[in-house]
Nanobody, 124 residues
């Protein structure tokens, strides 16, 4: 069983930065990829960024490319999302997800473990 615990959300002004962390509390040998998704009020959950666990290959949504960076620390079993140049439209609940499957890292259905979510609010 894989458990994910997110931290690092909060309130920030537009143009500011935040770093989200996702601690994986289980052996990670079976994880193929991890990702961040987000859900804004009244909208569907959407893909933000993903990273393959072993090779560290990354993928980003166009809306965050160049502003957000996903990374992982295998020794600490932790994935990070560094968010810079934040915009009010980045306001959402951010979810960490882990996959033990082989599939498209952008697809929500590829992920079988989810964190509880952390709120990110960007004020204008």
């Amino acid at each position: 069983q894989v458990q994910l615990v997110e931290s690092g959300g909060g309130l920030v002004q537009a143009g500011g930065s935040l770093r989200l962390s996702c601690a994986v509390s289980a052996r990670t040998f079976s994880i193929s990829a991890m990702a961040w998704f987000r859900q804004a009020p009244g909208k569907e959950r959407e893909f933000v960024a993903a990273i393959t666990w072993s090779a560290g290959i990354t993928d980003y949504a166009d809306s965050v490319k160049g502003r957000f960076t996903i990374s992982r620390d295998n020794a600490k079993n932790t994935v990070y999302l560094q968010m810079n140049s934040l915009k009010p439209e980045d306001t959402a609940v951010y979810y960490c997800a882990a996959s033990t499957r082989v599939g498209n890292v952008r697809y929500e259905n590829n992920y079988n473990y989810w964190g509880q979510g952390t709120q990110v609010t960007v004020s204008s």
